[in-house]
């Protein structure tokens, strides 16, 4: 594989990958992908030496709220689609703007890095072995969901531990007393699937969660009020009242009540395990103190025993290729400082696209973040004065991206953002760079 110093190497085919090849195409800008699977889709392809989905695994934001407003998923596509429907989604858009051609598949980069002439070299393993290859920069586009993140207990467990990312199917928990540890999306999905399969099924929380059912009024949750921000304060109060109307009180059901406001961590989109609580397929279990041989002991004392303990305990930023000193970034725990978690100040011609989590952002937001990459790379050749006045930016404070909210301070949430903030300062980025 030659050089190729005029392109730009972009790293995954997910979600925010195509997004990247697609604006990059839009610009006139070459580019050449690298993806580790055999094909496009990232995580939704379950087929994925990474992809970290299940069988049952569904988006939790509905469609119109989650697709590129270039390419709308077809009608017959259920409003929260499957991961086979998103799949053929992502090969389909590829293909209707020719973009598989330009990723070499089956390939994994194993180091990216900035080669002091203003180019990088970036190193693969592939069908065709280790090949090292000069690119005009990096698109860094790999994901947030790739990478376990496993805590350590004290104690041992003589049965089955599994994180969430190597579950695919329920069968697993055939007949077996199942924990799960952690009621996120994931957790909360699996807890469900457990139920149909299990001889039983407990989730240990250390904290309350809101949970926020996926049709309101006869339509999916996240398209009412779309395009009319209210000011946080109203937004908190009347969301939290109209919860409790369609979803009762989860302190009810076991949860502790939380100790913060809606939308201040990520909701849990799923109200049906809390209907198996209320049938008692389901119980709430506090935090848990150790492992205990055949069993678990949770700091209220009890001890409860199991078969499997599942680890529904997220993600780590994951960045293996890159010298986290090019990210500004201390490591786990913290994300990487960059402007609009996109552009570091240590190179003009590396670029993170996809680590930003917030409801509703959807792909969409994403899409917009590599529009505005291919805006500053444009602007650099064709209004080189405002490409300045950017990097200007870029190497100085940062935006306050929260509107308002006062999110928890949790490793997860250290690269979240409010939808609205963030898109209209992107959006107004790409309008001086024009």
């Known amino acids: 594989m030659p050089d190729d110093p005029d392109s730009y190497a972009v790293i995954g085919a997910g979600s925010s990958g195509l997004a990247a090849a697609r604006n990059l195409q839009r610009a006139g800008i070459p580019w050449a992908g690298y993806e580790l699977a055999s094909g496009v889709g990232g995580l939704w392809d379950i087929s994925g030496p990474r992809s970290t989905v299940y069988e049952s695994a569904h988006l939790i934001s509905s469609k119109t709220t989650t697709q590129f407003a270039e390419f709308p998923m077809r009608d017959e596509v259920a409003d929260y689609p499957s991961h086979r429907d998103l799949l053929g989604y992502f090969r389909d858009f590829a293909s209707t703007h020719g973009l598989s051609d330009g990723f070499t598949f089956g390939t994994e980069v194993v180091s990216a890095r900035p080669t002091g002439d203003g180019s990088w070299t970036v190193v693969s393993t592939g069908p065709a072995g280790t090949v090292e290859r000069r690119h005009a920069g ?4 790999n994901g947030t969901l790739s990478e376990p993140s496993v805590p350590a207990f004290e104690g041992s467990f003589d049965g089955e531990v599994l994180h969430t990312s190597a579950y695919k199917s329920p069968t697993v928990f055939t007949g077996k007393r199942v ?3 952690g009621a996120g999306n994931s957790g909360c999905d699996i807890a469900v699937d457990a139920v149909h399969h299990a001889a039983s099924v407990d989730i240990s929380v250390r904290r309350g969660y809101y949970f926020v059912p996926k049709y309101l009024f006869g339509k999916p949750a996240d398209t009412l009020n779309q395009g009319r921000p209210l000011p946080p304060r109203i937004k908190q ?3 939290s009242r109209v919860l ?6 989860p302190v009810k059901f076991g949860f502790p009540a939380p100790d913060y406001k809606i939308y201040e961590s990520h909701p849990i989109v799923n109200s049906l395990v809390l209907h198996h609580l209320g049938h008692g397929d389901l119980s709430v279990k506090p935090d848990v103190r150790r492992l205990d041989g055949d069993g678990v002991v949770f700091v209220d004392g009890s001890r409860a025993a199991y078969d499997v303990v599942v680890l529904a305990t997220g993600y780590h930023l994951h960045y293996p290729f890159l010298d986290p000193a090019l990210l500004r970034w201390a490591g786990r725990g913290s994300a990487p400082d960059l402007y609009l978690n996109i552009f570091t100040q240590e190179d003009p011609n590396l670029f993170v696209l996809g680590m930003i989590e917030a409801s509703g952002i959807g792909w969409q937001g994403r899409y917009e973040q590599a529009e505005l990459v291919a805006s500053y790379l444009r602007a650099r050749t064709s209004n ?3 490409a300045r006045s950017f990097e200007d ?5 940062r935006p306050d991206l929260s509107g308002g909210y006062h999110y928890l301070g949790l490793e997860r949430m250290s690269y979240y953002v409010n939808k609205d903030a963030y898109r209209s300062a992107v959006r107004a980025e790409i309008e001086r760079l024009a």
């Not at 990096?138 to 586009?141: E, F, I, T």
């Not at 409790?244 to 009180?249: E, M, R, S």
């Not at 930016?393 to 404070?397: F, I, L, S, T």
Request: charge should be neutral.
């Open 393 to 397: 930016r870029v190497a100085g404070p």
């Open 384 to 386: 080189p004065a405002a």
């Open 237 to 239: 109060a009347i969301d």
């Open 179 to 181: 924990l799960i540890i």
């Open 138 to 141: 990096v698109l860094a586009a």
């Open 244 to 249: 409790k109307l369609f979803t009762g009180d």
